[in-house]
């Protein structure tokens, strides 16, 4: 029972241009979305989040798209870095501030940017 | 930066064997969380810890499974008699609130063999 859905295991970008990470849900109950990093042997390392009040959130070179009628949100990285490559986590959150917060994840996307 | 803490990095044990992995959460933080990736797979929530209690935990964390705080610093889960298919990485989480500044240690990898 894939709640958090990743369907592509790999992606390969030229340096510069865009990379474009997706991820689709089928818990309509989810209200927090979230983008993680991960490089061999360590842990995930949060890269930005979005509250499903919202359609889009920005920070520098990552952007997240919310379509919750679609149920999918998308990761773009722009210009996309050498140093960007890595296995990229979709997760999201039934549970609003205050409560436990336990997180769903995708299986990932590993993002490879190429000089 | 604060950082979670995790150790060891690496455990190796015997099949039937307990182990106790060892975390250090943001001194802050209320919410602690345990999560596991075997290899190749997802990661996956284990469980969840608030107010020295058991908040949440999922079908993975049978009765083989324990978590404690023993001195209000570190975290611990205790895995009593491994099984092989407990090999994984071993993630332990901290945040201030919920889902919200979600920090994760670097992991310790189990392998039972």
């Known amino acids: 029972d894939q709640q958090v859905k990743q369907n592509s295991p790999s992606l390969s970008v030229q340096e510069g241009r865009i990379s474009i990470l997706n991820c689709d849900y089928t818990?309509?109950?989810?209200?927090?979305f979230l983008w993680y990093k991960k490089y061999p042997a360590e842990g995930p390392t949060f890269l930005i989040s979005?509250?499903?009040?919202?359609d889009k959130n920005e920070d520098g070179r990552f952007t997240v798209f919310l379509n919750k009628s679609a149920k999918h949100l998308s990761l773009h990285i722009v210009p996309s870095q050498p140093g960007d490559s890595a296995v990229y986590f979709c997760a999201a959150s039934g549970k609003d501030g205050g409560s436990q917060g336990n997180l769903i994840f995708g299986k990932g996307t590993k993002l490879s940017v190429k000089p | 930066e604060p950082e979670v803490t995790q150790t060891p990095s690496h455990q190796v044990t015997q099949m039937g064997q307990e182990v106790i992995l060892r975390c250090v959460p943001i001194?802050?933080?209320?919410?602690f969380y345990w999560y596991r990736q075997i290899l190749g797979q997802k990661v996956e929530f284990l469980v969840s810890f608030y107010n020295n209690e058991i908040s949440e935990k999922s079908e993975i964390f049978d009765d083989q499974f324990s978590v404690e705080r023993p001195d209000g610093s570190n975290f611990t889960l205790k895995i009593r008699s491994t099984k092989l298919e407990d090999s994984a990485m071993y993630f332990c989480?901290?945040?201030?609130?919920?889902?919200?500044?979600?920090?994760f240690g670097s992991g310790t990898r189990l392998t039972v063999v």
């Open positions: 979005i509250s499903s009040i919202k």
């Open positions: 989480a901290s945040s201030p609130t919920g889902p919200y500044g979600y920090t």
């Open positions: 818990n309509s109950m989810f209200d927090y």
């Open positions: 001194s802050n933080h209320l919410y």
